[in-house]
Each structure stands twice: as C-alpha cells, then as structure tokens.
C-alpha cells in the first residue's frame, strides 16, 4: 500500500504542477501532507516536517547566501568579460543564443553549484531571449540539462555520494565517465543548436530588422523603433541592462552601473577563487563559506551601511523564493522517508528485477538512474538504492566501480526535480512557471541521459 501511495503521490504532485492547478510552494506542502494522513501518519506530520527541514537548512542556508555572494559579483562585474565573450558570439541570431547558453552554463557548471550556475546563466542571457521574444523555456531547459551533465564532477555531489556509498575512490567513478560525460555534453550542444533553429524558424530570424553595432568593447543590438540605448544607472539588478524609448531591455550586463567596482576586480576574483577552491578542498562546510565569502564581499565592495543594504534588497526576492521552496521541499522528502514510502518504492522496483538480468546491473542501474534521480533526493538514491543494486551485481560478477559509474547517467534529468532547491532560482529568475519548464525539459534531459548510457556501453565503461 505504501509503495502505491508514494508512487500517486508523486504523480499527483507533477500533474497539478504541470496543469498550473497549484503553485509548487502549495503543492510541495499539501498533497504531502493530505497523504501522510491517508497512510495512518497523520500525528507525525509535525515531526517528519521537522526531520526534512533539519535535513535541508544547510541548503537553504548555502543557498541563500550564495545567492547573495554571487549576486554581488555579478553586480561589481566579475562576470562582465565572459558574458561579454557570450555576447558577442550570439549577436542576435537565436542559434547562436541557445548555443550560447549551453556553453555558458557548462562552464560555470565548472564551480560544482547549480544554483551560481543558474543566477549567472540567466542574467547574461535573459535581455537577449526577452529583446528577440525567443522562448525562455528554452534557456531554462538547455541550462538545465548542461548543469546536470557538469553535476557529475567529483565535486559536484553524486560522484562523491557514489564513492562515500560504495566504498570506492571518487576518481576512479569520475575519470573513466569522461568520455560518455563528453558525449553527453555535445548532445547538449546538438540539442541547442536544434532548439536554436526552431527558434530562428519560428521567430523568422530573417525578416528582423535589427543590426548589430560594434561598440569599442561590446556589441549593442539597435532595435528599429530608433530607440538610443540608455545605461539603467545601476538599478536593482546589474542584469536591468539596457533599455529603449519603450522600456525594452535588449543587451546584456550594463557597463555602465552604479554598482561597478573595477579597482576591486582581481580582490574579488581572488576571492572566488579562494572560496571555490575551499569548497572542493572542504576546509570547511560550504554553507559556513558562503556566509562567510558574502559577508566579506558585501563589507569590502561596499562600506557603507546603506549600500550593504541595498544589495541585499536587490536580492531579498531571489533569496525568499528560494529558501521558500527548499523548505516547502522538506515536507515533501520528510513525508516521503519518515513514512517509510520511498523505501517500499525503492524495494519495490529492485525486487522486480528478473534474475537474468543481474549480469546486467550496470545498464539496470543506468536506467533506473533517470527516474529515481528526477523522484528522489541524490542521499536517497546513492545512500538508499544504489548499495542495494550493487549488491546484486556483485552476485552476478558486476564490479561495483561499474554500478557506481551508471548511477551517474541520470543527472542531467535530476537538475530539474522539483527536490532540487536550485531549479527554483532558474525558473525564478527566469520568471519561467516551473510546470511549463518541467513539460519542456524532461523529453531531452532524458534524452541527454540516455546519450550518456549509451556512450558508456559504447566504451565499455559500464
């Protein structure tokens, strides 16, 4: 019975959301708790919600600050020289934009935190896709889907959970996925030049009457309407950019904003760098580093008390949207595991593995990768599932390197589960509705999993 309510539980949850009949904030809370009562579980509602909220309020701590650190770099220009890089490879042909976007967000998928990848990705790229009326599920989706293949990095979480599960080395995971990894991320690269040329089919790239100006350090797009392109004086948001006579926002990071600090652009690159590195190294927790770093950026970038303050302001909603949904998620996760359905779930699905197929565990586990990861937590799955799998390779001659190299294939569908608390500051950002972007992206986040299966058959990797 369990077993069954877990898995309609989930499926009323990604019903209601993709039909827009509940916010996810709403959804997150009230169908968990409408079946935690269904179960006989109703009088423990209190303490599973507090069981998932102490579980998640490192992230939502990690998130929030981290929010605000990166928020402020990207408001004293750190990023300005690759958005501008960005820039100016996709002028305005939306090929080149989606392109754009999945390298964009492969490379600062490079620091192992979603949600930095996610807030970066999203200010470069959000006036281009808003100015040519291109869609932004597409940004979000493609976005996506390179930050999960990038997730796989050892220290980007599921590798490490895998090595910790397992009892193996993380390198000897990650080093041989490389080649299926790579596969991976050109089927991202096919994938956006793909959506790229719908959008460019759709828009009808060649009727627009725009041009592009060469700027002595930056392309400009000219709309036709005449408008002269005016700085926003470093509004709430260094992504306010640059607007016509209409009040359209039609480049990238303004240049010219109030909240610009270039004397300080290598103190606070080296601060990055110093907090990066830290985080891989684990000097110390990454929740205490982002609290850290951002009071340190906020303090040196800004002295002044009022000035702190309005950075923060400029970020407040960000932050709230944020952390809202990660503990609107502990209710969920807390009602799945304190009832005890994700572990029938999960018992469930490994039971029914015929015993022909345990010579093949590896490309079992592969598969089920793409569903458990989207449905469940990363601690779930690798700490709860993937030990279980193995074992029952190892019955059959599977090595568990193996096993622990195919439970890697689902990530690029795992970066847009509503468990993940950085898809929220995607969508937010973006101002996408989350169900409009789960609808999009799942077909080709599967579809770049399933690449990367396939490319680790095709090596021998698993």
């Known amino acids: 019975m369990l077993t069954i309510l877990g898995f309609v539980m989930i499926a009323t949850f990604l019903v209601l959301i993709m039909m827009k009949k509940v916010s996810p904030i709403a959804a997150l809370v009230l169908i968990p708790a409408l079946f935690c009562v269904l179960v006989g579980k109703g009088a423990h509602l209190g303490d599973y919600v507090i069981a998932g909220i102490g579980d998640l309020a490192p992230t939502a701590a990690m998130l929030m600050f981290a929010i605000i650190y990166f928020g402020v770099m990207i408001d004293v220009g750190l990023f300005d020289p690759i958005v501008r890089g960005i820039l100016r490879f996709a002028k305005a042909d939306p090929v080149r934009i989606v392109v754009g976007t999945a390298v964009l967000a492969a490379i600062v998928s490079l620091d192992g935190d979603g949600s930095t990848t996610f807030m970066i990705t999203v200010s470069a790229m959000y006036p281009l896709y808003k100015r040519l009326k291109m869609s932004l599920v597409v940004m979000t989706g493609v976005a996506a889907t390179a930050n999960g293949v990038m997730n ?107 909240t610009l600090r270039p004397k300080l652009y290598w103190f606070n690159a080296l601060l990055t760098v110093v907090l990066l590195t830290a985080m891989i190294m684990e000097l110390l927790p990454i929740p205490v580093l982002f609290i850290l770093g951002a009071a340190l950026a906020l303090s040196v970038n800004f002295p002044h008390m009022q000035d702190q303050k309005a950075r923060i302001g400029a970020h407040a909603e960000n932050v709230l949207n944020v952390s809202g949904m990660v503990f609107a998620a502990a209710v969920f996760t807390g009602v799945l595991q304190g009832t005890g359905m994700v572990d029938h779930m999960a018992k469930w699905v490994v039971g029914g593995i015929p015993d022909w197929m345990g010579p093949h565990m590896a490309l079992v586990t592969g598969v089920l990768s793409v569903p458990f990861t989207y449905f469940m937590s990363n601690d779930g799955f690798y700490f709860g599932i993937v030990p279980v799998l193995a074992e029952a390779g190892n019955a059959h001659g599977v090595s568990t390197l193996e096993i622990a190299r195919a439970s890697l294939v689902g990530q690029p569908l795992h970066m847009s589960s509503p468990l993940v608390p950085a898809v929220y500051v995607l969508v937010g950002m973006a101002k996408v509705e989350f169900g409009d972007h789960t609808k999009f992206t799942v077909k080709w986040a599967a579809l770049t999993a399933l690449v990367v299966l396939g490319a680790g058959l095709l090596f021998g990797i698993v």
């Open 152 to 258: 796989t990095l050892p220290w980007g979480g599921p590798t490490a959970r895998a090595a910790t599960a397992l009892k193996v080395d993380a390198s000897d995971i990650f080093v041989p996925m490389i080649p299926a990894l790579a596969a991976g991320l050109v089927c991202v690269l096919v994938l956006a030049y793909v959506l790229g040329r719908r959008e460019r089919k759709r828009l009808g790239y060649l009727s627009l009457d725009e041009a592009v100006t060469e700027t002595a350090d930056e392309k400009v797009l000219v709309g036709t309407g005449g408008g002269a392109a005016k700085g926003t004086g470093g509004g709430d948001h260094a992504a306010a950019a640059y607007e016509n006579e209409d009040g359209e926002t039609f480049s990238g990071l303004d240049p010219h904003r109030a």
